[in-house]
Every structure is written in C-alpha cells, then in structure tokens.
C-alpha cells in the first residue's frame, strides 16, 4: 500500500508522457458466452437489456451507457473470484436485497453470501451462466432517485498490483485519473476530455490468469482510435504485445492476463 501511495505522491505518470501515449477511448465490452439463446434469457429476460440478434455468433445489448456486444465461445470462464484478476462489470440497483433475491429466483449462482461494503455502498458479486464474473451495486453515500431493474453502474479490472495497473492503464494506454478519493482499493480512469472511462481495482493476492481469446468465456474491454494503424504502432513502441490484427481491429492482453481489444472509429 505504500508504495503505491507513493508512486502517486511522486507524479510517476508525467504529462509529456501521456500526451505522447495512444489516443483510446473506452467503447463498452464485449462478452464472450457459449450459447446466445441462453444469453438473451439472462442478459434480457432477467437484467432487463435489450438484445439484438446481428448474425448467428454475435448480439448487441442496449443498456443506456454503453453498449455491450455479445459473441460466441467455446468454453466457459474458469476465473476464480478470490484467485485470479479479471474483468468485471457492476449492475446497480435501487435497493439490493430484493434483486439478490430476484436473481435467486431466477437460479443465478451467488458468489459470496455476505454484502460487501465498498466506497460508495454496498455489492455482491454473482456470474452469469457462463462464469462471467458480476457484481450487484446499491449506492449509499448519496440519494438514488428510484428507478426499477438494472442498471450499468461501471466496468473495470481488478487485480493483484495497483502500480502495474496504473503503469499499463495510464503509462501505456495513456488514460488519466479520475479520483484519487479511493485508493489504494480502486481508481476511477478518465479520457482526456475528463469524461469518465472505466475503473482499476486492487486486491491483494490475486494471480495472472491467462485466457485464450475467441475459445473462453470472458469479458473484454473495447477500446477505439481514430487511427488504429497509429495506436497500434504507438503501442508497440510502449512494449505491449498484440495477440490478433486485422486491418480495422486488434486484440492485446493487459500484465494480468485479461484481453482488450481496439477498433477503428473515425
């Protein structure tokens, strides 16, 4: 903990090196389940988004926010809760007990049995039927005028080293800090036009987990650039390593083993 307070106190991430960092704006997710019929019973008929058949290995959900995509896999996700890093995304809700018990009802498997309270309320983590790992948000520190079902609260990566995070997220990627308010648990990342973007986690003791991409069920960041052959050269040059190219879309794993992708979007 205190060398991350540290590597926050002393400025690590300077501002020439941002400005010359990849311009990448944060797109959604992209979710990676083994069958879209039972996708669209839980995606849809339970949390409530709408689900849009594109072709027959891919779906669009309308949340709100940001969109969620949905494609086809092989296998399971096998990520363990309280071993391995991962990708998550928070639904919040008005009140959290009488969803916990809705999703009972609907057979979704709970990961913990106790309430975690975090920064600004309370959470439970639960996956979906394809292992994917989510959490139940009801936020407490501030009035929530009320609203039914759920909702898209934010998405992140947790992991076992916050500085590793902060220099692949921010030193790499070029996103900045939102909020220093919750560290060293978490730290909001913004765009450079100070819009929110997606969270960094910290938990103690968790590993690398590596997945392969299009064969496991996970949950993948999108990432765009105006100019994908600029991002990914500028990229390179920082030392992260791509997976899969293709002439309008790349595919990248973060030091923790969790996979982004990058589209072109002018």
């Given at each position: ?11 690590l ?7 010359q ?8 997710l ?49 990520t363990?809760?309280?071993r ?14 009488p ?11 709970l990961?913990e ?13 639960f ?13 407490q520190v ?23 995070a902060?220099?692949f ?8 800090e ?8 978490a ?42 052959n ?5 990229s ?20 923790f083993?969790n ?8």
């Amino acid at each position: 903990m205190r060398s991350i307070l540290l590597l926050i106190s002393v400025g690590l991430f300077s501002h020439s090196a941002i400005s010359q960092s990849p311009e990448l704006r944060f797109e959604g997710l992209r979710i990676w389940v083994t069958d879209l019929d039972t996708a669209k019973k839980f995606y849809s008929d339970i949390l409530g988004f709408e689900f849009k058949l594109t072709s027959d290995n891919t779906a669009k959900l309308e949340t709100g926010t940001w969109p969620i995509l949905l494609a086809k896999s092989v296998r399971e996700n096998t990520t363990e809760y309280k071993r391995h890093a991962r990708t998550g995304l928070t639904l919040q809700v008005y009140k959290l007990l009488p969803k916990i018990d809705q999703l009972r009802a609907s057979g979704v498997h709970l990961i913990e049995d106790q309430l975690q309270r975090n920064g600004v309320g309370i959470s439970i983590p639960f996956r979906d039927p394809f292992g994917n790992l989510l959490s139940l948000m009801e936020v407490q520190v501030r009035d929530v005028p009320l609203f039914e079902g759920f909702k898209i609260y934010n998405t992140g990566i947790t992991s076992g080293n916050m500085e590793e995070a902060m220099d692949f997220y921010i030193g790499k990627l070029g996103f900045l800090e939102w909020s220093r308010d919750y560290l060293p648990q978490a730290l909001p990342l913004k765009h450079s036009d100070n819009s929110f973007a997606f969270m960094l986690h910290y938990k103690p003791d968790l590993s690398h987990h590596d997945r392969e991409f299009t064969k496991d069920s996970e949950i993948n960041l999108l990432f765009s650039t105006r100019d994908l052959n600029k991002a990914v050269a500028n990229s390179k040059a920082r030392k992260l390593k791509f997976i899969k190219e293709a002439a309008d879309w790349a595919a990248f794993k973060d030091p923790f083993g969790n996979i982004c992708e990058l589209i072109e979007k002018k």
